[in-house]
């Protein structure tokens, strides 16, 4: 069998490109769920930020009472650790927290912290809060208490 090299092939004949449209109903689909899903996003991070008012509230008033420059730091510390209590007992079950006082409470907050921070100071803590007192001061850092307090409430749970 012999080829024929005289014979020519016609050009090949190539549809037309299908252009690249959002008409199509499938598109339309794609785009619906996906601004749904966005808006699902938005509407769960919503709940998330109205959930978390409470710390929002807890630091802002904690930083108030930093801000404010007294020497009177034996009533700063009840205060905040009040407003720690308040914190906790949104959180946690009542019953566990609302029990906590003295040397477990404290416990209880350095155990949600990385390293123990109350239970080094719990002498100047529970003589601020319980006598009224502030002994040991020149130990104590304030603002580093506040701080650390700030850093509870805002990743205790």
């Given at each position: 069998?012999?080829?024929?090299n005289?014979s020519?092939?016609?050009?090949i004949?190539?549809?037309p490109?299908?252009?690249?449209t959002m008409e199509?109903?499938?598109?339309?689909?794609v785009?619906?769920?996906?601004?749904?899903?966005?808006?699902f996003l938005?509407?769960?991070f919503?709940?998330?930020?109205?959930h978390?008012?409470?710390?929002r509230a807890?630091?802002?008033?904690?930083e108030?009472l930093?801000?404010?420059?007294?020497?009177?730091?034996?009533?700063?510390i009840?205060?905040?650790?009040?407003?720690i209590?308040q914190t906790a007992?949104?959180?946690?079950?009542r019953k566990?927290?609302a029990a906590?006082?003295?040397?477990s409470?404290?416990?209880?907050?350095?155990e949600?912290?990385?390293?123990?921070?109350?239970t080094n100071?719990?002498?100047?803590?529970t003589?601020?809060i319980?006598?009224?007192e502030?002994?040991n001061?020149?130990?104590?850092?304030?603002?580093?208490?506040?701080e650390?307090?700030i850093?509870?409430?805002?990743k205790?749970?």
């Amino acid at each position: 069998m012999q080829q024929d090299n005289n014979s020519t092939l016609s050009p090949i004949i190539e549809a037309p490109p299908i252009p690249f449209t959002m008409e199509t109903l499938g598109w339309k689909i794609v785009f619906f769920l996906l601004a749904l899903g966005l808006l699902f996003l938005i509407y769960k991070f919503y709940l998330k930020y109205k959930h978390n008012a409470y710390r929002r509230a807890a630091v802002s008033q904690i930083e108030a009472l930093k801000s404010q420059n007294t020497t009177a730091n034996d009533t700063l510390i009840p205060q905040i650790m009040f407003i720690i209590k308040q914190t906790a007992l949104q959180t946690y079950d009542r019953k566990e927290v609302a029990a906590l006082h003295g040397t477990s409470w404290l416990n209880f907050l350095d155990e949600k912290l990385k390293k123990p921070f109350y239970t080094n100071h719990s002498n100047v803590i529970t003589d601020a809060i319980y006598k009224n007192e502030l002994k040991n001061a020149d130990s104590f850092n304030f603002n580093e208490f506040a701080e650390t307090s700030i850093t509870w409430i805002k990743k205790h749970a």
